[in-house]
């Protein structure tokens, strides 16, 4: 496998089950949440995103979950699939106007067993 | 469109080389940025553009150039590699966030591969 999968926390999950991954953020001013998913040798692919003046939304059998009390991010997949195998990790987007900044998280290795 | 590219896909170089990881996008996005994943690590900014001319340092900028002289083009210099600098690259675009719009996804290319000897 690829090495950036090397030293992320894990979740193993059987096809079919929902999986859930979670993420802390750092920056309480941080106004945009994003979730990607990359799979081995790719690059990053933009799965579902939030605002910060949101709490849950919803996407095509995915859905983020906002906790600003103690800025903590989670990602639900439902009825996981065997190409759901990926490591998943989350963005927080701070800062005004065209210089914003993107700071990503170090990543969760979602394996769907068959 | 094709989106984001990157060239090449592999590159092998010895310490003290210099070399160009070229990155286009053709959806006239305003925003280009680099980035360096290593293991752990999550993915680092590097630098950044908001548009043709302007670029600015991300969070590991030493070792590395940018130049934006045109939308569609970022490329990233390293001009004296490193083994430190030895990692996966990827390039990323996004429309300009200027109109206040908050939801700006970003597109990320498909990587460069780059091990330093």
């Known amino acids: 496998g690829e090495s950036v999968g090397l030293h992320l926390p894990t979740l193993s999950v059987q096809e079919g089950d929902n999986s859930i991954i979670n993420c802390a953020y750092s920056?309480?001013?941080?106004?945009?949440f994003i979730w990607y998913k990359q799979e081995s040798g790719k690059g990053p692919q933009f799965i579902i995103d939030i605002r910060s003046n949101m709490d849950k939304r919803q996407g095509q059998r995915v859905t983020v979950l906002l906790n600003k009390t103690v800025k903590h991010l989670s990602l639900q997949i439902a009825a996981t699939q065997p190409g759901d195998s990926a490591v998943y990790f989350c963005?927080?987007?701070f800062g005004g106007g065209s210089n914003y900044k993107l700071t990503f998280g170090k990543g969760t290795l979602l394996t769907v067993n068959p | 469109n094709a989106g984001v590219t990157q060239t090449p896909k592999f590159q092998v170089l010895k310490t003290g080389q210099s070399m160009t990881l070229q990155c286009a996008q053709d959806m006239n996005h305003e925003y280009m940025s680099w980035y360096r994943q290593d293991p752990g690590m999550g993915l680092r900014l590097i630098h950044y553009?908001?548009?043709?001319?302007?670029?600015d340092q991300g969070e590991v900028p030493n070792g590395y150039n940018v130049s934006r002289s045109t939308t569609e083009d970022f490329p990233l210099r390293l001009l004296s590699a490193a083994p430190s600098q030895t990692s996966v690259y990827f390039c990323a675009s996004s429309y300009s966030a200027m109109s206040g719009d908050l939801t700006d996804t970003q597109y990320f290319g498909p990587g460069t591969r780059l091990t330093v000897l």
């Open positions: 963005a927080e987007k």
């Open positions: 553009s908001v548009g043709a001319g302007i670029t």
């Open positions: 920056n309480s001013a941080s106004d945009y």
